[in-house]
Each structure stands twice: as C-alpha cells, then as structure tokens.
C-alpha cells in the first residue's frame, strides 16, 4: 500500500485506481458522514461543573462504506445560567474494497466546535423541569476538506473537515421528570464556500427525544439508586449543495431521519449508554449518494467538580 | 456492613461530637426541598456546589423525595441562604430549606444516601505515618 501525499490518507496500490476513479464520479455527500452523539442538552450544567463525555460511534453503508468517530464533548459551568461546551472529534472512515480491491480510508481530527449555551427559560418544579436554551459558536477548521487520491478530490465522505470557520448556533429545550423525559433541539452550521478543496453545503439539523426509566419501576424511600433509562429519539439532517473549489455542485444536497434507540445507565458521578441508529428516510438528490444502513455507539459520561477553594458562608 | 459494625460506628460518632469536657456539641443540620431535580446527574450539580459551602461536611441524598439533607461541623452556623445559593449556584430554582440542631445519637451517617464532602481528616495519614514507624523499627 502507498501513501498519498497527505498522510492522512491511506490509498491501495494500482488496483486502487480503478477505484480511485470510480469514486470520484460519485457524488460529494456528506450523507453518510455520521454525526456524533451531538444532541444538545438543555440540562444545567453547575457553577465550576465539569462534564466529560466519550462517545465511541460506528456506521455500516453501502456501498462498502465503513467507519468510526470517538467525539469528546467537554461542558463547563461558568454562571449558573451560562455553560461552555467543546466538542472533538477524531474520525476513520473507509470506502470501497473487495476481493481484488483495497478500500480508500482516512483517518483525522474532525473540525472541532466551541459554543456556549445560556438558559433563557427555567421552570423548576419538584421532580421536574422545563427548560429553553438557545446556543451559538463556531465550528474551527481542524479537520481536512482537500483529501486527494490520483490527483483528485475524494468524496465528502472521506473529508474531515469544512476548510472554514464556520458559524454554529441553535436552540433546545426539555421537560424532564423522574418518570420521563421529552426534548428537541435546532442547530445550523454554517458552511461558508472554501476556495479550495470541498466545501460542504450548511447543514440544518433538528433532533427529538423521549425517554422514560426502566429500573427501578419504584425508587427505594431513602437514597440514590442507579437509574436504567430507555431512549427514543429521531434526528433530521438537511444539507445544502456542497462545492468542490468553489464550484457549485447541484447534485450534493440531501435530506435523512434517522431513529436512535438508547439505553442508560446513570448513577451519580457517571452515566453510561448503548444504542443503534436506522435511518427512516434517505432523500439524496444524486442517485450515487451513500447510504447508511445502521450505526451504533456506545458512551460514557463522567462528572467532575472542577477544583475550588471552600469559600465561607455568607452572613444572613 | 454489619448491625454490629453499624452499632459501632453510632456510638464512635456519638463519642465524637462530645468536648473533653463531656458537655455535647451540636451540629447544624439543613434540610433543603430541591426544584428541578429528577436525576442523579442533577444531584450531582448540587454536591458541586455543596462542595464549596465551609463547613458543610456530609450531605444525604434522597431522589425519591427530591431533597438533601447536610450535616456542618460541629458549633457551625450556616443560614437558609447559604442553602438557597448552593441551589442557585446548581442552575436550580431554591427550594425551602429547614434548619435544625442536632446532638449526639441523632448524627448517624450509615443511612442509606449519606455521603461525605470533606477528604477525610489529617488524622489517618498520622495514623499510616505511625504505623509505617512500627513496621519500620
């Protein structure tokens, strides 16, 4: 196997030409690129909270497509109404292959976001709480968009990046109880045209969810028990057309509803979860788009209070 | 643990909260209503909190109640605000807060929920240093 000149990306040797070729033809879609377990919470984050969450998510398509993201989402607590979040990501991703064929993969950084999010709304009650939280920042091109083989571009698909900086912003909002859960969320990214290499359409997402605790069915009059929580939840992505240098590409633009089916288990430093992911619907304006077939992830989420010094009680 | 090992454990707190002199020390006991609370992830917002209040040293979690119940230092005084800032400072809206004073036999922390915000005292790394002596010579 040779190496391209990007080192991140690893090709077959001669019989990957043909492949090389093959792919290039197909369209530049981002449909199968996966997006991490990014649904935004509306839930507090603590003055001084740190909350770490590693994701591991994996996604089988066809044709041959195969690939993994680890995403590490990190949020803070900065004022009791106001928490920062960053999000990393690092992604492999491999297309093509067969018995007479190596497939093309490439394994990076992914464009890395930073946004803050700040609660407009709370109505606390006891056991339950209603929330609104609208959310901005900007996606920072870390990752790669101009992934070559032969001297063309790969497809969307293989990219990992935008090229750009790119502004995020949203909004989410949640009623929780100790028996169940609903919340929804929309975000756009903004994807300005690079000059060079592909420059993904922006990307309109809106999420939903229920959730309802499986065990225990009664929580124990004293204590803290570990939950087990089932989640239901659909996810809608729209991207725009990408451009390829700067030229318009009318065939790139897509729509999916994906469905997640997620269990948990939360106790009170940590939660960790399971779940798989089929996409309900799959509308892609090129016939040659990637289609996913089924993802699955597992996550682990830990909580830290952040190092402090003991401050004294106010006087009354 | 044990009846035993919980009887024991009574009667060294029961010990503790006593001054040489055999008069008892009392604690402030707090007894917050949390709003907004329905998960262990949102009691952990609170222990963060709790976490930074001098003085508070264990604290009670009870989900199905949705409240917290904190133990100070023995002599110490806090105030319901002082309660109502940790809720605040959690991203919750206060809840009432119940403030008591608790003696003796009343301050067992083996219940079910009971959990301590300090790091243990000094006292045991004394004990490790002597015991790592007597090995020693």
Redesign the interface.
């Given at each position: 196997m040779e190496r391209c000149p990007n080192r991140q990306l690893a090709i077959p040797g001669n019989r990957g030409l043909a492949l090389c070729a093959a792919v290039l033809a197909a369209a530049l879609s981002r449909s199968v690129e996966g997006s991490p377990a990014t649904f935004v919470t509306a839930l507090p984050v603590a003055t001084g909270q740190l909350l770490v969450r590693f994701n591991f998510q994996t996604t089988f398509s066809t044709p041959e497509f195969f690939g993994f993201q680890t995403p590490v989402t990190i949020a803070y607590g900065v004022i009791p109404h106001l928490a920062l979040f960053v999000n990393l990501n690092q992604s492999y991703q491999s297309l093509g292959g067969g018995p007479d064929v190596a497939p093309l993969s490439s394994w990076a950084a992914r464009d890395p976001v930073v946004y803050v999010r700040y609660t407009v709304l709370k109505i606390d009650r006891t056991q339950a709480t209603f929330r609104i939280t609208p959310l901005g920042g900007v996606f920072l091109p870390a990752g790669e968009n101009a992934l070559q083989a032969q001297g063309a571009y790969l497809p969307g698909a293989l990219q990992t990046g935008s090229g750009t900086v790119d502004p995020y912003f949203g909004i989410a909002l949640s009623y929780n109880s100790d028996a169940f859960g609903v919340a929804a969320d929309a975000t756009y990214r903004l994807n300005p045209v690079s000059r060079a290499g592909i420059s993904p359409g922006s990307e309109l997402r809106s999420d939903a969810q229920v959730e309802t605790r499986l065990y225990p069915r009664k929580l124990p009059e004293e204590g803290m028990p570990g939950l087990i929580d089932v989640s239901l939840e659909a996810n809608y992505t729209q991207d725009a057309a990408s451009f390829a240098d700067g030229v318009r590409n009318a065939l790139s633009s897509g729509r999916t509803l994906k469905q997640d089916l997620v269990l948990e288990y939360s106790t009170l430093r940590w939660q960790i979860g399971i779940g798989g992911r089929w996409p309900l619907l799959q509308s892609f304006d090129s016939p040659t788009a990637l289609r996913e077939r089924f993802s699955a992830f597992v996550f682990y989420e830990y909580y830290f209070a952040v190092p402090h010094r003991r401050h004294r009680r106010r006087d009354s | 643990m044990s009846a035993a090992g919980r009887m024991a454990l009574v009667l060294l707190v029961a010990l503790a909260v006593r001054t040489a002199a055999g008069e008892e020390v009392w604690r402030t006991r707090a007894v917050a209503?949390?709003?907004?609370?329905?998960?262990?992830?949102?009691?952990?917002?609170?222990?963060?909190?709790l976490?930074?209040?001098?003085?508070a040293e264990w604290v009670?979690?009870?989900?199905?109640r949705?409240q917290i119940t904190v133990d100070f230092e023995p002599g110490e005084e806090?105030?319901?605000?002082?309660l109502a800032?940790v809720q605040?400072?959690?991203?919750?809206?206060p809840?009432p807060v119940e403030l008591f004073r608790v003696t003796g036999e009343t301050v067992d922390h083996s219940?079910?929920?009971w959990m301590r915000l300090k790091s243990p005292p000094p006292k045991k790394t004394a004990q490790r240093v002597r015991m790592a002596r007597r090995q020693r010579g």
């Open positions: - | 209503k949390l709003y907004g609370v329905y998960s262990p992830r949102g009691f952990f917002n609170i222990v963060v909190r976490k930074c209040l001098e003085s009670k979690l009870d989900l199905k949705a806090v105030s319901k605000e002082d800032r605040h400072e959690a991203g919750y809206r809840g219940a079910p929920g």
